[in-house]
Every structure is written in C-alpha cells, then in structure tokens.
C-alpha cells in the first residue's frame, strides 16, 4: 500500500510539475507520519507486543534444542550407533520445525505490519488529497522523491495533525 501511495504522490507530482513555476510544494515523510500518528503508534506496539509474545515461543523452543543437543552430546560415546543417529535425526527434525516456525511466525507478523500500515497509509492519501485540493498545496512530493527541499515545504508535521484530529484514539471515545 506504501508503494501504492508513493506512486500515486509521485505522479501527481511529474502531473503537476509546471505547478512547481509558481504553485505551493509540500514535502511529507511517509514513514515519519506514519510512526507519529495515534493510530500508527498503537498498531506499533500491538505489533511489539505481539512478536515478545513470538520470541518467548522460539526462544522456550530453542532451549529445548540445545538442552536435547546437550543431552546428545553427553550422552553419544555411551549410544550404540543406530541410538546416535535416531537422536541426532530427531534432533535435526526439530531444528527444521523451529526453523519452518520461526519464518511462518515471521511472514505472519509482516503480513500483519502491512495491514495494519495500509490502512492508515490509505487514510493519509486522503488528508493530502485534502490538503491539495483546499488550495494548501498544488503538489505534495514524498520525501525521497526530492534530495533536497526547504524544509519550510515540510508538511509531515500538519500531516500528523490534520490525521490525529479525523482518526486519532480521542475521536474513536
């Protein structure tokens, strides 16, 4: 969705650069907005908070790997060779499921990050739309899209604003 809203401000603003003569250019950090905003900033720690809770489950399941690597390694000069080789098979099989978890939770939780951040990223396209078409501004660039700017231009701050005041947590009481 990022990508999306990147595309869409950088064609409006290849659209609009006549307006660049004579007009009003904004310059906003997406990703600045994105962790200032109310809506942003709890999605964030929902997500902290749920991975703790993933890293806690990889990490209890990394000890027991270790433990039963310990266990093996103690233990191997007093198995016979089939006893060692069904231990270290079971012992890589559980490695495999540690590993085939950790990218699972891994996937889950950016899969995740990009629904939460696509619907707020959504409702920023719509405040600068806003913004433009009240008049404020004739084009409104993504920071990267410009390598240097007056940082008078910098819109990220109002951006927040206008945001937290039509969705931010006070107006959801």
Known sequence: MRAVLLAVVAALSFAAAPAFAEGKVGIVDLQRALNEVEEGAAAKAALKKEFDAKQKQLDTRQTEL???KDELDAQSTMMTQDKKQEKVADLQRKLMEVQQLYMSLQQDLSKREQEATAKIFEKMGLILK???ENGSYDVI???SAAPYFNPAREVTDELVRRYNAAYGTSKKK
């Open 130 to 132: 806003q913004m433009g």
């Open 141 to 143: 660039l993504e920071r």
């Open 66 to 68: 270790k433990t039963l």
